[in-house]
């Protein structure tokens, strides 16, 4: 029997519950240990993060299986420990703001030369969507061929 543990089932998995009063040295033991920045990886895949602690200016790492802190040295299956990868992006400084114009002159300035960026940046949207008017597409050159073939034709049967 499993002592201050409850099974249940979860899927098609069977997991284990901790009861209070069984608690307590569980997490005292925790509060000894410091999570450090590896995990130890299983022969069957499994991961889990390791802990350590200084005794007597020795590290002793554990891990945490079902509840219980096992020292590394006593658990099987142990192929290797890995370095956790950082997973916090690049901190981003906000972008600085223009200095406000002076007077009205200034600000008509700074409003075209926005109205102008805005065009040139859509023009370039536009030109990368439909491609350059002059360089048709060869499907669409093949289009305009029969449409010009066509319009001479009847222009010189006119």
């Not at 969507?129 to 060869?138: E, K």
């Amino acid at each position: 029997m499993l002592s201050g543990l409850f099974l249940f089932l979860v899927g098609d998995k069977t997991e284990m519950s901790l009861r209070e009063g069984d608690s307590w040295p569980y997490l005292t033991m925790k509060q000894e240990l410091t999570e450090s920045d590896h995990e130890a990886v299983f022969s069957d895949g499994r991961r889990l993060p390791l802990f350590f602690r200084n005794r007597n200016g020795q590290n002793e790492f554990f891990v945490d299986i079902e509840y219980k802190w096992i020292r590394t040295s006593n658990v099987p299956g142990i192929v290797r420990y890995e370095k956790l990868l950082d997973d916090q992006p690049p901190v981003q400084e906000p972008a600085v703001e223009p200095a406000k114009p002076k007077n009205f002159a200034e600000l008509q300035q700074r409003t075209q030369e926005q109205a102008r960026n805005t065009m040139v940046e859509r023009y370039g949207q536009n030109k990368s969507t439909n491609g350059d008017p002059g360089n048709l597409s060869p499907k669409w050159a093949a289009f305009a061929e029969a449409g010009k073939r066509a319009r001479d034709t009847a222009f010189r049967s006119n």
